[in-house]
C-alpha cells in the first residue's frame, strides 16, 4: 500500500499554513484564544482568520501593551465587540508591529479579532485541483466548455481547521473571440482592408501604374464603404471589454463570473481569446464542484452585427 | 446488489491525451472494503485524489482507505485519466468500472464512459498538376478542404521540392522588415506618393492609433532577429540582409530605423486585420499562418512539388500529416533561376464539425 498521489499536502505544508497564525497566536495567550473561522481565498492567495479574545477589565488594566510583531506581513483588519459592533482605532502599526493598549477598549469583555495574511500559492495548488476543458463543445448558438474543481486532500484541510472555507478558487477558461469577429464583419470591410493594403504596398514598389491602380481602387472601395478602418479597431474594442463581454456569458452554480481580460498576442490591436476566470467556494460540505462556461456566441455576434449597422447610419 | 446511494461523474468530452476527471461519491452508511477502478486498456490512470490507501496500476485501481470520514462531509474520491493515444475514430466512449466491494463480494458497481473526440482534416479532390509560368500573378495553387469531428485546429501548411522546404509564412514581423527595408531605399519614389495622399483629407479618417508598447515589442524582435542573423533569405536575400545590418551598426540609423516602425503602424494594422479574416477561413480551423506562399529561387527545370498539411488540436497533438504530390508543368520561357512566388489559395473549405457532443450517443455507450 502506498500513498498513491505525489501532490498530497504534507505536514510542513499545514505548518507553512500555520506559521504567522501560530506565532501570533502566542501573543494573544492570556486573552485565551480560540479559533473561530478560517477563510482562504485561493485567487488572492490571502487567508483571514479569526480569534475570538477574552479581554477582562482586570487584564485591560493590567496589560498596558500588545506589541505584536508583523509576521509575513499579517494585517489586524478588524475587531468587533460582544456587540457586534466594529471597535475603531484601537490598532495601530508601528516600525513593523501591531500594537493595542487594552485599557482604551470599550466596556465589552469578549471580541472577536480577524487577521489577514497570506498562504504560499505552492501549498494552495496543493490543496485544490482545478481544470477546464482544453476545448469547447459547440451549437450553433453557444460554446460550452466544463469546469471541474475538487479539494485533493480533506484530512489536510480538516487538520488546519474544521471550519475552513477555501473561496474563490478560481479557473481560466479561453474563450475564442476571433473567429466571432472575422465571421460577423461584412465582405465590404475585407475589401477596404485589401484595398488599404494593396494601396500600401504598390507604394513601395516601383510600378507607377499599379500605384495609380490601387489608389483609385482605394478611393473606389472606401467610397462605397461607410466604414473605415477605424471603425473596425474601434468595434473590436468595445465589445471585449469585461463588463460588456460579461454579458454574453453564463455559469452554472456554485460557479461565479470573477476577472475578464483580454488575450493578445498583438498587444492593444485585438485580442485571440478572452480569459475568463470561473470561481466557486469550495468547504468540506462542498468538497468538488462540476459545471459550465457557456458563451452565448451567436448573441455576441449579432451585437457585432449591431454595432456595425449602427455605424454605418 | 442492494440500492445503495452512490453516484459518479466523469467529465463529457476531452481530446486525446486531456486530463479528464472523475470523482465517485457515496453516503456514509455505504461500508466497504475496498472500490476496484477498472479502466481500459487504451485509457491510463494519471492519479488519485483524497485516497488514504490504494494500489495503483496503469489500468486498475484498488482503493482500501479514503481520507477520513468527517461528520457531515461527503465521502468521495477523485480520479484522473486520459487516454493517451491518437484513436483513428472521430469519437469513442470507454467504460469505466467502479466495484464496491465487501467481504470480497461486489454489491455495487457503477459504470461511467470516457469520451474522447478528435478532429480530422481531408483534401476534397487534391490537385495533381499546377502551371508554373512566367507570369507571377497567375502563378496560384487552390487546395479545397474539409474539416470533421470535433477540436478546434492549427493548421500550417509547407511546400516541398525535392525534399526542401519552399513556402513561408507570412509572418507579420517580415513582412514588416521587408518594407521598411524597401521604404529606406525607395525613400524618393515613396516620398512622391506620399504628396499625393496628405492632400487628400479621406486620409486622416484612415489613421490609426496603435498602442506605442507594442510598437516597441515588435521594433526590438526585429532587431534581436537582424542581430542574431535568423531573418529568412526568403524574405531578403543575404546581401540584403548584410546591408541592413551594416546601416543598423550606426546609432543614428537605428533610431532611424525606429521613426519608421512608428510612421509605417497602420500599414501594420492593416496586415493584421486583414490576418484577422485569413486566418479563421472557418469555424474549427486556425491558419498558423494567415497566408502560405512558395517562394524560392529554381535553376532546373521543377517537375514535381510535395503539399504538406500539417494539424495540431488545443492540447498540442498533432495528427497524421497529409501529402499531395502535385505535378508542375513548367512553361517558363525566360531564364531559370527567377524566383518563383506562388500562393497557395484555399478557394472552398467544408465545414462538418461535431455539434452538442456533450449530448451526443456513442456505439457502445449505455449510459442515462
Not at chain 1, 474594442?237 to 460557479?255: C, K, M, Q, R, V
Not at chain 2, 533569405?233 to 530605423?257: C, G, P, R, Y
Request: aromatic residues 10%.
Amino acid at each position: 500500500m502506498r500513498n498513491p498521489s505525489k501532490k498530497m499536502p504534507s505536514p510542513s505544508d499545514i505548518e507553512k499554513v500555520f506559521e504567522w497564525i501560530n506565532k501570533v497566536k502566542k501573543f494573544f495567550e492570556p486573552f485565551k484564544p480560540e479559533f473561530r473561522d478560517m477563510r482562504i481565498n485561493y485567487r488572492t492567495s490571502k487567508s483571514e482568520i479569526s480569534l475570538a479574545l477574552h479581554i477582562s477589565n482586570s487584564l485591560k488594566r493590567r496589560i498596558a501593551k500588545v506589541e505584536i510583531p508583523a509576521y509575513q506581513n499579517f494585517v489586524v483588519s478588524e475587531m468587533i465587540d460582544e456587540s457586534f459592533s466594529r471597535v475603531q482605532s484601537v490598532w495601530r502599526f508601528d516600525h513593523g508591529k501591531w500594537i493595542l493598549s487594552p485599557s482604551i477598549l470599550p466596556a465589552s469583555e469578549k471580541y472577536l479579532v480577524k487577521l489577514k495574511g497570506e498562504v504560499p500559492r505552492e501549498i494552495l495548488l496543493n490543496m485544490v485541483r482545478i481544470q477546464p476543458a482544453q476545448n469547447r463543445d459547440q451549437t450553433p448558438e453557444l460554446d460550452k466548455y466544463w469546469l471541474d474543481s475538487m479539494i485533493r486532500d480533506v484530512d489536510f484541510i480538516e487538520q488546519i481547521y474544521k471550519k475552513l472555507e477555501i473561496d474563490e478558487v478560481n479557473l481560466a477558461v479561453h474563450v475564442g473571440v476571433q473567429r466571432c469577429f472575422s465571421t460577423t464583419f461584412p465582405k465590404e470591410m475585407k475589401e477596404v482592408l485589401e484595398a488599404s493594403q494593396r494601396w500600401t504596398r504598390a507604394g513601395y514598389g516601383r510600378d507607377r501604374s499599379e500605384i495609380q491602380r490601387a489608389w483609385s481602387n482605394l478611393r473606389k472601395v472606401t467610397g462605397a464603404s461607410k466604414i473605415q478602418v477605424g471603425d473596425i479597431i474601434q468595434a473590436i474594442y468595445e465589445l471585449t471589454l469585461g463588463n460588456i463581454f460579461a454579458e454574453y456569458l453564463l455559469l452554472d452554480l456554485p460557479y461565479s463570473l470573477g476577472e475578464i481580460k483580454r488575450e493578445e498576442r498583438f498587444m492593444g490591436l485585438f485580442p485571440e481569446k478572452m480569459s475568463v476566470e470561473a470561481c466557486a467556494d469550495l468547504n468540506l460540505k462542498q468538497p468538488f464542484a462540476t459545471g459550465y462556461l457557456t458563451f452565448k456566441k451567436k448573441e455576441y455576434m449579432k451585437k457585432i452585427e449591431d454595432f456595425l449597422s449602427g455605424l454605418r447610419k | 446488489m442492494s440500492k445503495v446511494d452512490i453516484s459518479g461523474y466523469i467529465v463529457p468530452w476531452a481530446l486525446p491525451n486531456e486530463k479528464m476527471p472523475m470523482h465517485v461519491t457515496w453516503s456514509p452508511d455505504v461500508f466497504f472494503d475496498k472500490i476496484h477502478v477498472k479502466v481500459p486498456p487504451s485509457f491510463k490512470i494519471l492519479d488519485v485524489l483524497n485516497v488514504d490507501e490504494a494500489r495503483l496500476k496503469e489500468h486498475e485501481a484498488i482503493i482500501t482507505r479514503v481520507k477520513s470520514l468527517i461528520e457531515g462531509v461527503p465521502c468521495y474520491f477523485g480520479m484522473i485519466i486520459s487516454a493517451p493515444k491518437i484513436f483513428e475514430e472521430l469519437k469513442m466512449a470507454k467504460k469505466i468500472t467502479v466495484e464496491f466491494l465487501r467481504n470480497e463480494k461486489p454489491f455495487y458497481c457503477l459504470e461511467l464512459y470516457g469520451r474522447i473526440f478528435r478532429p480530422r482534416l481531408e483534401v476534397v479532390k487534391p490537385p495533381e498538376e499546377v502551371e508554373l509560368t512566367d507570369y507571377l500573378e497567375k502563378n496560384k495553387l487552390p487546395l479545397n478542404l474539409r474539416y470533421i469531428g470535433f477540436g478546434d485546429i492549427e493548421l500550417k501548411i509547407e511546400a516541398t521540392i525535392g525534399g526542401k522546404i519552399v513556402s513561408v509564412g507570412e509572418s507579420v514581423v517580415y513582412e514588416l522588415l521587408r518594407r521598411l527595408w524597401l521604404s529606406d531605399i525607395l525613400e524618393k519614389e515613396t516620398e512622391e506618393v506620399e504628396k499625393v495622399v496628405d492632400n487628400d483629407r479621406e486620409r486622416r479618417k484612415r489613421e490609426l492609433w496603435v498602442e506605442p508598447a507594442y510598437i516597441s515589442k515588435m521594433a526590438q524582435e526585429l532587431q534581436d532577429k537582424i542581430d542574431k542573423g535568423t531573418i529568412p533569405t526568403e524574405v531578403l536575400d543575404a546581401e540584403a540582409i548584410a546591408d541592413l545590418k551594416e546601416w543598423l551598426s550606426d546609432l543614428k540609423t537605428k533610431d532611424k530605423f525606429m521613426d519608421i516602425i512608428y510612421k509605417r503602424t497602420q500599414e501594420m494594422l492593416l496586415s493584421l486585420l486583414l490576418d484577422l479574416f485569413d486566418k479563421n477561413p472557418t469555424n474549427n480551423v486556425e491558419l498558423k499562418n494567415a497566408k502560405t506562399v512558395i517562394r524560392t529561387k529554381i535553376a532546373t527545370p521543377v517537375t514535381k512539388l510535395t503539399l504538406r498539411l500539417l494539424y495540431k488540436d488545443k492540447m498540442g497533438n498533432e495528427y497524421p500529416s497529409i501529402e499531395i504530390p502535385i505535378q508542375v508543368r513548367d512553361t517558363r520561357t525566360e531564364a531559370h533561376g527567377m524566383l518563383i512566388e506562388m500562393p497557395i489559395h484555399i478557394e472552398k473549405w467544408e465545414n462538418e464539425p461535431f455539434m452538442n457532443v456533450e449530448k451526443m450517443r456513442i456505439l457502445g455507450e449505455t449510459q442515462s
